[in-house]
């Protein structure tokens, strides 16, 4: 069985600050992490994951998360927030490319101008 | 990249009438897609797991004669609501992985169903 979580259900941030939005999992085999951003009654965009390769993933609008195998942890960092980056975030596992994702509970994040 | 597309976006029906929600895969084929409802200000709770030419796997507390599910064709899945009640009022996501990649799920827009 997996599981996600998501430390802290809202994130409030000043405008061009870091951005540290916290994610732990579990997981009986090695995982496929990803981080989702959903704006208002929209679907899910995928902002990054992780595969198995580097554990320094990059992805879109300037994120970035760092696998920690022995944190079991996936936090997504942004050096500097933007307005736009007001939304929320889910963090989700899978233990196989083709499965169900397990999702993370959520954190909203607002950024303050 | 590839998408998947849901359709309608928002719903609005009322009690005891049913509902079909369309997801389909545009520039790959899918053998297999999920589906998800997420409640205000929640997470997402996988339903079920859409196959194509087989029965759908529902998760426990997944009423399947609720939540009618058919994958008739590699690039299509549908969920009907039958006999919707208010409380079925949520929104419901639907997800596939891509061929061309298959180490990423794509996301359809979701749909708004709101019973009255």
């Known amino acids: 069985a997996q599981s996600v979580t998501q430390l802290g259900s809202h ?14 999992y579990s ?19 995928l902002l990054l994951k992780y595969t198995s390769a580097a554990t320094l993933v990059k992805g879109i609008n300037g994120f970035e998360a760092e696998f920690k195998k022995s944190e079991t942890s996936f936090h997504l960092t942004k050096p500097s927030a933007h307005m736009s980056d007001a939304a929320e975030y889910f963090c989700a596992v899978s233990d196989n490319a083709g ?3 397990t999702f993370g509970g959520g954190t909203r994040l607002m950024v303050k101008p | ?23 389909r895969s545009l520039d790959f084929q899918a053998t297999t897609m999920f589906w998800y409802r997420q409640f205000p200000k929640q997470s997402l709770m996988l339903m079920a797991t859409s196959n194509e030419g087989s ?29 919707a009640h208010p409380e079925d009022s ?3 996501i639907c997800s596939a992985w891509s061929g061309l990649n298959r180490a990423e799920a794509f996301f359809g827009q979701g749909t708004r169903l709101t019973v009255v």
């Open chain 2, 55 to 83: 029965k759908a796997t529902y998760e426990q507390g997944v009423e399947k004669d609720k939540f009618l599910i058919n994958h008739a064709s590699l690039t299509l899945s549908t969920l009907t609501v039958t006999s």
């Open chain 1, 99 to 101: 499965n169900m994702l």
């Open chain 2, 90 to 92: 949520s929104f419901y």
């Open chain 2, 1 to 23: 990249g590839a998408v998947v597309s849901q359709h309608p976006s928002r719903v609005i029906c009322k009690s005891g009438t049913s509902v079909k929600i369309e997801c």
């Open chain 1, 27 to 45: 997981s009986s085999v090695p995982p496929y992490l990803f981080w989702y951003v959903q704006y208002p009654n929209q679907g899910l965009q």
């Open chain 1, 11 to 24: 994130v409030s941030v000043s405008e061009g600050a870091l951005v540290l939005l916290r994610c732990n």
